[in-house]
């Protein structure tokens, strides 16, 4: 949103965020992969409508860049990296829902079940869900089959009941309660709802490019720390910022009581929590060199985001 | 339900049904598997209302039953099995919804939403639907990898929206639409609301055992087909039905204008319809001569089936 120039950084995120928005519309295109009896319009729609044309792709940009930080060409983790945004598009349809959050806009544009109905948004997510599944199983995403199977366990360990869907019900628990939350338990809330899909991303682009357990478990604890400092920068900025920079509602959080960093430890207090986290990220990526520069970029960005 | 002395497939399916219940109340217990971080316990209660104590458990008695035709035994095919119905339970969880077919009992008890609340009930369909595919890919599952992503890829594309979602959704178009719907569409709808998972069931046992191709495809064709015979049972059982035989309401495909065969082509034409499909799955048997003796009997127990 700044008037200056973009930074290498920033014209790497469009661009890959670019490639990643082609691959997603070929997805979702009405052709038939075998074993597919049809795909009905109405879904097909919603499922592009809550998967297409919005967003960063941060995800995505995590699990290329880290794969390509380790020798692998974009076109080899482009489709696993689409396959966990397929999964955050699925998450945020499920919970803009009347049942759980009730938003009517994201990104600017009408929510999936204002856009069609309920029971369309519910069955798109359901169907996104398990798109991404597909793709991480399928033999064109990688031609080796342990790669294949441990994206998708980890793809399904990042996002089930111990993880991602885990936290949802967790924050949705902690709206129910008059007391507000401690800390820990909101970073236990935040590691889970957002912290372990974005964990996960730069894991996947471990996991295509073959690293070992040493270079994989850096970068996990580089996207455990990059995923909490995103949370914590999503809280402050819903606390001070405003609809026209958020495309969707702003201050909602307070309004309904929701369990976040900046009510426990205040705006001043959750800032210098991000920043040790964004430091702490850094720190995980010693090891890699200057080879890191991209990484450590779009960490920073993280704690500054303002889309 | 009959007062005689149960034969030995209905022996055999309640022993698997049993098995199956266990392993299930096994996946979901609060024991935490690596990178999971908790398991809310109103989450995984939800999950468990969904999953256990009820059902017959036919997809992963046709899992197993195929895989141990095939030379394989149950406790090879036991987690697959169960992964296909955590798929089958998890649908049954959001095609409860309010926002979709609003049904308050299922199997004699409260469905999930009611049990729980609707936003509890989208979380622990989406955390089911999750956790089949963390199944099917952890290598507990099957030493082998591509067996694994096979099983994943198969699972995915029998329930997305090329399957068992577009199904659900062409269901929800129909009853939105004043005219019936044609034979041909009807026929289309339920070969992926319940024939795709059926025939993925009968598939998937066929993967685990390394079966050859000519054997997959008639495999495949004797699960379509049962598949077929299966949901013309159901929609015959609505239609004459009973709330006791039931575990739920009764007559309401007709009160709600559900597209079904019965409709098309009137109960006796639907009962010569179930029966052709039941001749034509045992007919795809037939290369495979008496080891055969146990999905026979399962595919005439679905054509009369009174649960």
Redesign the interface.
Known sequence: MSAAAPTAFEQRLAELGARVETEIDALLSPQ?????????S???AA?RHAALGGGKRLRPFLAIATAEMLGVAVEQSLRPACAIELVHC?SLA?DD?P??DNDDLRRGRPTVHKAF????A??A???L???A??V????ATHRD??I???L????????????M??G???D??AERQAAPLPHDSIA?LQ??KTG?LLRFSVEAGAIVAGASADERSELIRFGAALGAAFQIADDILDAEGDVATLGKAAGKDAARNKATLVSALGLAGARKACDEYIARAVYALRDFGPRAGLLIDAAHFTARRDF
């Open positions: 038939l992969l075998p074993g597919e009896l049809a795909r009905p109405r879904l097909l499922m699925y499920h829902l049942a759980m109905d309920d029971a369309t519910i069955l997510g359901d169907a869900l398990t798109l599944f597909d991480m199983a399928d033999p089959s342990s294949r199977a441990d998708a366990l980890g793809l399904a360990r990042a996002s089930g009941h111990g993880g869907a885990g949802q019900m967790l949705l628990d236990l590691s889970m372990a």
